[in-house]
């Protein structure tokens, strides 16, 4: 489930694929719902691990800089942002609502 060390690891190595991934549809995450996990729940899960309600946690933080460090993606994800400060904050709207466009890389099966 979302939010191990290891996932994480893995997602901010995802993030960071300058060469292959430019846009947040070229990433898809896949879950096993016969494991009784919904699209929701693991949603909610990579939230909860990304931001505490109120500000970036630690992995939340890295991810952004991921993002931020992958050039393709952060012009998909903040256009005509070219402040981190602004980035950061931009992030955080983003990845506060499950339902926005950043989540789509789950998908439950």
């Not at 060469?19 to 494991?35: I, P």
């Not at 949603?43 to 309600?53: L, P, V």
């Amino acid at each position: 489930m979302a939010g191990t060390s290891g996932s994480v690891t893995q997602f901010k190595t995802y993030l960071s694929d300058q060469a292959r991934v430019t846009s947040m549809n070229q990433l898809e995450y896949w879950f096993d719902g016969k494991k009784g996990v919904t699209e929701s729940q693991v949603k909610e899960k990579f939230k909860q691990m990304m931001y505490n309600g109120t500000t970036l946690t630690t992995q939340g933080t890295a991810v952004f800089n991921a993002i931020w460090g992958n050039v393709g993606l952060r012009g998909s994800l903040f256009p005509n942002i070219s402040d981190p400060i602004a980035g950061k904050d931009r992030f955080e709207e983003i990845i506060e609502s499950t339902s926005s466009i950043f989540y789509n890389f789950i998908k439950v099966k």
